[in-house]
């Protein structure tokens, strides 16, 4: 790998546990100050959705300044929205800005991997980042929960901090020092951000102004979609995605409906798909190269397979293998499928502009996927048939695409 590549897993790590670990912490400070509850689901809604709506943006702002840079800048800012937070801020906003400098992050943070990385070791470089990722939101989870839980033991000595030290014109809460903790570990993402500097970055000036506008995005969504290869490693990642939130929330739904389990278990369970998911990309990572990701493929069918399986599943010891595989599977496909999204991303535009299109689907199909999800239970669907819903994008678009990934590297090929 190349030199400070050690450094953006850490970097990278520091920043995804601070985030997870501000959303849980977001939700309890809103019960906190009196919010109704169907706010906590806006958090997470106003974070995703700065990645469709600032999709024009992102993308030629991390390709027009160093990358490292524009990672260090982001932290900054997120850590400017925790304190916004405490200065009395609506949270939806806070999210919302905290969701921007994420959504430029991430351009950012791959098109280090693009411009660094060679395309053999290019799918090895992605599970390994993801693999930080995944980590970290498994223990930004369990450290926002550990951060609430201190709280109720040293209640009084942050609410007597809070009355004698605490300036008047901030937001008198119990979070004071959980959210502080959470500026501590984004100031140690800034500091691994140093190391990031090692790694080299193309610089597209002069471009910025002029194509941070909506028609010059959908120029590039356009072409990568028209790309054989580009248009079906999109295709299968955006529903990838979408169906991965769709399990997320639906292991919650089976644990209380299935298993007679409570919230905080059922919320154990997501870590098992977690478990998988890392297992996968670790597999992905030392398997798959280059046009062999069409093996990748049939592990969509294995999740099309495992999600009706789960729902008519109401013995917890054989859930748990299935959730594992499950996501296993999910690591299997994506993995290599991002890859390959930015290699064909890369010959048609710069790296910033393929990871914002490539962020703009996927959390679209995210967003639309939740939406139907939470519509069908409003409805008081069973289970089973929303599972099967769920499943029906994998089989449409995995089936035909085995039939044809062949086809279009023979065009690729020839052209």
């Given at each position: 790998?190349?030199?400070?590549?050690?450094?953006?897993i850490?970097?990278?790590?520091?920043?995804?546990?601070?985030?997870?670990?501000?959303?849980?912490?977001?939700?309890?400070?809103?019960q906190?100050?009196?919010?109704?509850?169907?706010?906590?689901?806006?958090?997470?809604?106003?974070?995703?959705?700065?990645?469709?709506?600032?999709?024009?943006?992102?993308?030629?702002?991390?390709?027009?300044?160093?990358?490292?840079?524009?990672?260090?800048?982001?932290?900054?800012?997120?850590?400017?929205?925790?304190?916004m937070?405490?200065?009395?801020?609506?949270?939806?906003?806070?999210?919302?800005?905290?969701?921007?400098?994420?959504?430029?992050y991430?351009?950012?943070?791959?098109?280090?991997?693009?411009?660094?990385?060679?395309?053999?070791?290019?799918?090895?470089?992605?599970?390994?980042?993801?693999?930080?990722?995944?980590?970290?939101l498994?223990?930004?989870?369990?450290?926002?929960?550990?951060?609430?839980?201190?709280?109720?033991?040293?209640?009084?000595?942050?609410?007597?901090?809070?009355?004698?030290?605490?300036?008047?014109?901030?937001?008198?809460?119990?979070?004071?020092?959980?959210?502080?903790?959470?500026?501590?570990i984004?100031?140690?993402?800034a500091?691994m951000?140093?190391?990031?500097?090692?790694?080299?970055?193309?610089?597209?000036?002069g471009?910025?102004?002029?194509?941070?506008?909506?028609?010059?995005?959908?120029?590039?969504?356009?072409?990568?979609?028209?790309?054989?290869?580009?248009?079906?490693?999109?295709?299968?990642?955006?529903?990838?995605?979408?169906?991965?939130?769709?399990?997320?929330?639906?292991?919650?739904v089976?644990?209380?409906?299935?298993?007679?389990?409570?919230?905080?278990?059922?919320?154990?369970?997501?870590?098992?798909?977690?478990l998988?998911?890392?297992?996968?990309?670790?597999?992905?990572?030392?398997?798959?190269?280059?046009?062999?990701?069409?093996?990748?493929?049939?592990?969509?069918?294995?999740?099309?397979?495992?999600?009706?399986?789960?729902?008519?599943?109401?013995?917890?010891?054989?859930?748990?293998?299935?959730?594992?595989?499950?996501?296993?599977?999910?690591?299997?496909?994506?993995?290599?499928?991002?890859?390959?999204?930015?290699?064909?991303?890369?010959?048609?535009?710069?790296?910033?502009?393929s990871?914002?299109?490539?962020?703009?689907?996927?959390?679209?199909?995210?967003?639309?996927m939740?939406?139907?999800?939470?519509?069908?239970l409003?409805?008081?669907?069973?289970?089973?048939?929303?599972m099967v819903?769920?499943?029906?994008?994998?089989?449409?678009?995995?089936?035909?695409?085995?039939?044809?990934?062949?086809?279009?590297?023979?065009?690729?090929?020839?052209?």
């Amino acid at each position: 790998m190349p030199k400070g590549f050690g450094w953006l897993i850490l970097a990278q790590s520091f920043a995804g546990l601070a985030d997870n670990a501000l959303l849980i912490l977001g939700v309890f400070f809103l019960q906190e100050q009196g919010y109704p509850g169907w706010w906590a689901p806006l958090l997470k809604f106003s974070l995703t959705l700065s990645y469709v709506l600032m999709a024009s943006v992102v993308g030629p702002l991390a390709d027009a300044f160093a990358k490292s840079h524009v990672m260090l800048v982001m932290t900054a800012v997120k850590i400017l929205a925790v304190c916004m937070l405490l200065g009395g801020f609506h949270p939806l906003w806070v999210f919302a800005l905290t969701g921007f400098a994420a959504s430029v992050y991430a351009p950012a943070k791959y098109g280090l991997l693009v411009e660094n990385v060679s395309p053999q070791r290019l799918t090895s470089a992605n599970a390994w980042l993801e693999i930080a990722a995944l980590i970290s939101l498994m223990g930004g989870v369990v450290l926002g929960g550990w951060l609430m839980d201190a709280t109720k033991f040293g209640s009084e000595l942050v609410q007597n901090f809070a009355n004698q030290a605490w300036p008047s014109w901030l937001v008198r809460t119990q979070m004071t020092i959980p959210f502080l903790v959470v500026i501590g570990i984004l100031g140690l993402s800034a500091l691994m951000n140093i190391g990031v500097l090692a790694m080299k970055a193309k610089v597209h000036q002069g471009r910025l102004w002029r194509e941070v506008h909506w028609h010059s995005f959908w120029h590039f969504n356009r072409r990568l979609w028209s790309d054989p290869l580009g248009g079906l490693s999109l295709r299968v990642t955006a529903l990838g995605w979408g169906v991965g939130a769709v399990l997320q929330f639906a292991v919650l739904v089976w644990a209380q409906s299935h298993a007679q389990m409570s919230l905080q278990s059922g919320a154990y369970l997501q870590g098992l798909v977690a478990l998988g998911v890392i297992g996968g990309a670790c597999m992905a990572a030392t398997n798959a190269q280059g046009f062999k990701v069409r093996r990748s493929l049939w592990w969509g069918l294995v999740l099309a397979i495992l999600l009706p399986c789960l729902a008519v599943t109401h013995d917890l010891i054989l859930a748990i293998p299935m959730l594992m595989l499950a996501g296993w599977s999910g690591g299997m496909l994506l993995i290599p499928m991002n890859a390959l999204l930015q290699k064909r991303g890369k010959r048609h535009m710069p790296p910033g502009r393929s990871i914002a299109v490539q962020g703009f689907n996927e959390n679209l199909s995210v967003l639309l996927m939740l939406a139907i999800y939470s519509a069908l239970l409003s409805w008081d669907w069973p289970l089973l048939p929303i599972m099967v819903m769920a499943s029906l994008p994998l089989w449409i678009v995995a089936t035909p695409c085995l039939q044809s990934f062949g086809h279009a590297v023979w065009r690729d090929r020839r052209a």
